[in-house]
């Protein structure tokens, strides 16, 4: 049976907000068995505590934001997923302000900081949220759905209207090692001729070609280029990867997502959670047979591994 996770030892970040541009600092902390990922604003009068759960998102223009009591915390998706990555269930995340740091961009440095910092197992069992009818949310001529599967897949079919950046797809059976090599390095992506638009409005305003991928007209203007060819498809995935660990445990299931973004990945999540004839509650046995076969879920056939 898999047992829950935390870090052996405390961890601290700082850095700039990509939204904010404003510095900020989180540490992590080891938390006990069942304490789910737990986020703390000690920056406030009063600290807040938000469990990072889809029920407390309450923003996803241009990122996650989660909150509670007007307090919020917003661009958690890309730590989300490196906790994901590093198998995290329990964990205490102090922040003094409000955006988590964008690092480069990428999850990447979150999870070589976990690694470094090593990893607890606890003594409490995982559970895993298997789906068992397909779900789907549709805005125009984006969606996403999620059907049955033994294991936790993405296939993302990322499309835009730009002469640099046309159509990318990917698809993925998720394995933390694959995962952490070839999908959190993938960096944030913005286009140039938005920038003007977005900071106006008080958004990108941390945003350089240190934290982010930048497309004009001619394609990438950063000086290294790309880390993937498809790194910009590579990174919708990291993305849907933190929002679905809004589930508050590990989804089994196959997600299909068509020019989705955060706001599709909550609704997804918000929609399934509410539908409980679609999904049950397991605990892992063996990683490769992790439904009962008294689910009656067919194996949908294979998928690559990254």
């Excluded at 996803?60 to 934001?65: A, E, G, I």
């Excluded at 307090?71 to 989300?80: D, K, P, Q, S, W």
């Excluded at 059976?173 to 286009?191: I, L, M, Q, S």
């Excluded at 933190?242 to 445990?249: I, N, R, T």
Aim: charged share 25%; with cysteine; proline share 5%.
């Amino acid at each position: 049976m898999a047992l829950q996770q935390t870090v052996r030892n405390k961890i601290t970040f700082t850095g700039i907000g990509l939204h904010s541009g404003k510095e900020t600092r989180v540490t992590l902390r080891p938390a006990e068995p069942g304490n789910g990922i737990v986020f703390h604003r000690t920056d406030l009068l009063r600290p807040i505590t938000i469990e990072a759960t889809a029920a407390n998102v309450v923003s996803t223009r241009l990122s996650t934001t989660i909150g509670r009591n007007g307090a919020g915390v917003a661009t958690i998706e890309h730590l989300m997923a490196a906790l994901f990555s590093c198998g995290i269930d329990n964990i205490n995340v102090d922040i003094n302000g409000p955006e988590v740091p964008i690092m480069d961009g990428s999850a990447a440095p979150f999870v070589e900081a976990i690694k470094k910092a090593g990893i607890l197992v606890q003594s409490r069992q995982r559970r895993y949220l298997v789906v068992r009818k397909p779900v789907t949310i549709r805005d125009g001529d984006k969606r996403i759905t999620i059907i049955p599967s033994r294991h936790f897949r993405i296939s993302f079919d990322l499309r835009f209207n730009h002469p640099a950046v046309t159509r990318q797809f990917r698809t993925m059976r998720f394995d933390p090692e694959c995962f952490a090599d070839d999908f959190c390095p993938a960096r944030t992506f913005g286009f140039v001729a938005d920038m003007e638009a977005l900071q106006s409005r008080g958004l990108a305003l941390g945003a350089s070609l240190a934290n982010a991928v930048g497309i004009d007209d001619t394609g990438v203007i950063n000086g290294e280029g790309l880390r993937f060819a498809d790194e910009f498809v590579r990174h919708k995935i990291l993305d849907c990867v933190g929002d679905l660990a809004l589930a508050g445990m590990p989804i089994i299931g196959h997600v299909k997502a068509s020019k989705s973004g955060h706001e599709l990945n909550r609704q997804l999540i918000s929609e399934l959670l509410s539908r409980p004839d679609c999904w049950t509650v397991a605990e892992d046995r063996k990683r490769e047979n992790i439904l009962p076969v008294a689910l009656g879920i067919p194996e949908l056939g294979w998928l690559e591994a990254c």
